[in-house]
């Protein structure tokens, strides 16, 4: 069986394809979305030798062209990191149903009733990594939210993707379904092409460096989501206690100091500055940590200056900014200031002062007295993670499968015109809630 | 007093002190805040009279240059719609708080405790027409959510917003709160510095032609909340019953044809469409309705031709085209193909095709045996309507006061870290609604 992939030519056209397919999978019920989640599964399965052989192809191209160890790392689709990619399908099916929920119900008038219900969004673009396994994740949590999918897989990963996207239209066709809802794109500059069909996709998700993020976010009006950035803080209040500030700022700094939820600036209050920094720093260099402070943490510990850039830099290593702070309210300056909105938090053992930083701090993740780590969907019980966004609107924050589901209003009358509610006799409105 | 306008050249700067205000805004109690609406709504009745006058200042400019009847009606700002918009500032008081809600509450561990809680989104810009009592409504309902607000009325009601927004700045500070939370902008020139300012302002409103709506889209990365175009369907299917569609019909062309929700083409199945024109012809008529009709309505009935255009065109006039259809398919096809995803309709008395409907229309609002012209956030019950979106991302349709909102992750611990919940002796997450 042949992929079909899209030539770039017909882009538009393609994108019309699944847009149509994808009005099938709306109005599917959760039963038939989690049978065909199930035929995708059994069809990747049947064609994991297939799978891992076109990614062997893959991998010898790319440590042929060098590739940095990391990214090769990604690519590399081993039978056991496949099947657990299976196994993440078989769970999306288990998540409650995303679609068809009703949000409010209410009773307009006698016989007229609004109901909000959620739907799907319609089609995504999905660009990623060469990490196939994202490949098979997507396909999964677009099927369950009814939606279609136009993805675009990094080139290194075109063998693995086009094999995993062959098992997936298997697994479509055999549950009857089209097997245009989920579409390969192969060329990059199909990517710029996708980024402009703004009246066939309705939601962008970019997988990759920051840099990558922010050329999406710039070069689209479809809404992204996603972050560009992940500068987390922690600020050590006056009142907190040393025990907890140093295992929570190293588990935030070193237990995987790549992620975006990992912290980039510690924030300590003048107050304790002096009794907290030589040991906290002394943990955090037994960690590997590099520190680089103001003029005033480096009058307390030895370390390397931080200048102004270092507030606005996302290390993604075992790289920490201090800065020494006189008071809540400068922290929260500070944060609000330089952050990218996603996670910050504040170790303090002071009421009034937690309350005042939940409040005031603005960002999708406002902490107490535990690591930034946690800001993350499976932490948060979603069950899948699409995404951070670190948009102000709605989906912030982890995004989970309602993140790919928009709603709708249902009015059902009998009859019912505007015009008996308006004028000198007009009837009233009940709006009860159902 | 003085109303504070901003020069262009420091809109940056006048946007992070609206900013800064607004985070003061943003963690006052609901008390606090009806408190200051109440102050808001006494100083603007206290200053009716200057209002008024300034208002007459404007009034007769425009009238000297010749400004078109319903633009002048909308700038015309009497004693009694001037006190209607203060009712109307009260109203907003009484409106359950939209910030501090709790739409998740779950525990992740002992004592590791997840809520996700509703906040303001920082600064609304808003644009809108030369119509001054808009202005009151907005710095209503910005306060009541707890965001500040940059406005720019249209030229004609310079005089009158300056002077509402000096009573508001009264009202403001005589409630203790920062003026500059709401902030009055005055020249043309601003608009586009304004949807520049990605960093500053969370959220553009536009209010005004479908026109001006587009230009906004298309100059800003900024979220936009409003709609372009509103081109509403009514299918009447096989199964109808004519004496519900006449009247729907008509009312939903007629009760008031330039509002975004009224019906623009009407679709109806071959299967009765001899029978239905004919007297729906007439009903329309009668209520001064041109119809514009394909080329099986033109032998059913004598009328214009429509030609592709008509089906994508939002007359905002007592015109209606008509489209003869063979199926419930195809009238879906043609919805979501030409529609603006507003509010379509279907007068039906099969269950069945009525499911299909409102299950397959991609549109915000999805009804059934009642007007279009129920679309409509104070008929939904939403107390104030913020706007009508047609984005597919919520919020979608009518917006109240939620549509000003956003959230935010607060994560309470006590010491927790990640490094807990992972590794070969990983303890497990409870993930427990509270």
């Known amino acids: 069986m042949t992929v079909s992939t899209v030539a770039s030519s017909s882009l538009a056209e393609s994108a019309h394809r699944t847009r149509q397919a994808a009005q099938q999978l709306g109005y599917l019920s959760g039963d038939a979305k989690n049978a065909a989640i199930a035929a995708m599964a059994d069809a990747l399965e049947q064609a994991a030798a297939e799978i891992v052989e076109a990614n062997a192809v893959d991998c010898e191209a790319a440590q042929q062209e060098g590739l940095a160890k990391p990214l090769y790392d990604r690519l590399k689709l081993s039978e056991s990191k496949l099947q657990g990619a299976i196994a993440g399908v078989r769970d999306v099916g288990k998540l409650p149903d995303p679609v068809g929920v009703a949000q409010l119900h209410r009773e307009l008038d006698d016989g007229l009733i609004l109901k909000r219900i959620t739907c799907p969004l319609g089609v995504l673009g999905v660009i990623f990594e060469a990490r196939p396994d994202a490949a098979i994740q997507i396909a999964s949590l677009a099927l369950k939210s009814g939606n279609g999918v136009m993805f675009k897989g990094g080139k290194e990963a075109r063998h693995s993707c086009q094999a995993i996207v062959a098992a997936i239209h298997r697994g479509l066709n055999s549950a009857g379904l089209p097997t245009d ?25 970019p997988r990759g460096s920051n840099a990558f993020v922010r050329f999406v976010q710039d070069n689209t009006r479809i809404p992204v989501l996603g972050h560009a950035d992940g500068i987390c803080h922690i600020f050590i209040d006056q009142s907190a206690v040393l025990d907890k500030a140093i295992p929570i700022v190293v588990d935030a700094k070193t ?63 075992l790289v920490l900014a201090i800065r020494v702070v006189d008071s809540l309210g400068a922290a929260i300056a500070h944060i609000n200031t330089y952050g990218s909105r996603h996670t910050d938090a504040i170790i303090s053992e002071s009421p009034q002062a937690v309350d005042s930083f939940l409040a005031q701090v603005d960002a999708a993740g406002v902490f107490h007295n535990c690591s930034t780590r946690f800001a993350d969907g499976f932490r948060y019980g979603f069950g899948a993670e699409v995404g951070i966004s670190t948009q102000q609107l709605p989906p912030r924050g982890p995004v989970g499968l309602e993140g790919l589901v928009t709603y709708k209003y249902q009015v059902v009358g009998n009859g019912h015109i505007a015009a008996t509610y308006s004028g000198d006799d007009a009837r009233a409105f009940s709006h009860r809630t159902l």
């Open 255 to 317: 237990q995987y100091p790549a992620a975006c939820n990992a912290v980039e600036t510690l924030l300590i209050h003048q107050g304790v500055a002096k009794a907290f920094l030589p040991p906290l720093a002394a943990a955090l260099r037994k960690n590997g940590v590099t520190l680089r402070g103001d003029a005033i943490a480096q009058e307390i510990v030895e370390m390397e200056a931080a200048t102004e850039d270092d507030w606005q830099t996302e290390y993604s290593d």
């Open 181 to 205: 809802a989920i579409q390969l794109l192969t060329t990059r500059e199909e990517i710029l092409e996708l980024l402009q069909l703004d009246s066939m996709v309705d939601l962008i998700i």
